[in-house]
């Protein structure tokens, strides 16, 4: 299965530390090495990231190692293929426009007999079962609703969607907007919530520990989501399966 990494934040955040220790299952701590993607929301803008080389070994994973992009949702995704061939268009996270925002979805997974009609303007370009999931997704969110819903509305909608969905198969799925977080359970999925008083954390993957009280005021909230824990001395809580969650600056509901 992939690994999924999803940050929401009250403040832009520097995702470096998280990302560092997540790169190393794209073929060095873990066995899914056909490609990765990463987006960044900056106000209405998004910045998108994607490639079919490992994310270990990546010079464009490198570049975001090294380039501290701060942003208050961020999604990352690390593949390993089960439909679709290993490509560039392929790799998530996948990205639509709707309601005058970009809107960005990474999924971990398998669908099984999973062919929608899509019949309004959201159309996959790869050949994986995400992206027809995710452009379904799109297409019933514009049909739920006449105008740009509130936050409240839409999880309502995605987890009556999602549960449609999860009877195909595995779906643990992220989704942003660029003003919250959605994050979707059906095997695996942890979260944490960083807060003030703020302290040291130690990656899993990588012999790296940063505190984060020297980078960090005590009205910053983090949280961050992973398919499996990314450090060894936070306590992460685990989702129950068929469990929506969405995370607005920080703080998960």
């Not at 993607?37 to 270990?56: K, M, T, W």
């Not at 992009?69 to 290993?86: D, E, F, L």
């Not at 999973?114 to 992206?131: I, K, Q, W």
């Amino acid at each position: 299965m992939c690994q999924l990494l999803g940050m929401n934040c009250n403040v832009p955040t520097d995702v470096t530390f998280s990302f560092t220790g997540f790169a190393q299952r794209g073929g060095r701590t873990d066995h899914h090495a056909d490609g990765w993607g990463i987006a960044f929301f900056e106000g209405s803008g998004l910045r998108h990231f994607v490639d079919h080389q490992p994310a270990c070994d990546s010079p464009v994973a490198e570049l975001i190692r090294r380039y501290p992009i701060k942003s208050r949702n961020v999604i990352a995704h690390i593949r390993k293929a089960t439909q679709g061939v290993v490509a560039l268009e392929n790799c998530h996270p996948f990205v639509r426009e709707l309601w005058g925002r970009y809107w960005v979805f990474a999924h971990n997974g398998d669908l099984k007999d999973f062919h929608p009609r899509l019949h309004a303007g959201f159309h996959p370009v790869g050949t994986t079962d995400s992206e027809r999931a995710f452009c379904w997704i799109m297409q019933e969110l514009a049909k739920s609703h006449a105008g740009v819903p509130s936050i409240a509305e839409l999880t309502l909608t995605l987890r009556e969607l999602a549960a449609r969905i999860a009877r195909h198969g595995t779906f643990n799925f992220m989704l942003s907007n660029g003003l919250a977080l959605w994050a979707h359970c059906s095997t695996n999925l942890f979260f944490v919530e960083r807060k003030h008083p703020f302290a040291h954390a130690q990656l899993a993957d990588e012999d790296l520990n940063i505190d984060f009280a020297r980078n960090t005021t005590p009205q910053d909230r983090v949280a961050v989501v992973v398919t499996a824990p990314l450090t060894t001395n936070e306590e992460w809580t685990a989702f129950q399966p068929g469990e929506l969650r969405v995370f607005v600056d920080g703080v998960g509901a």
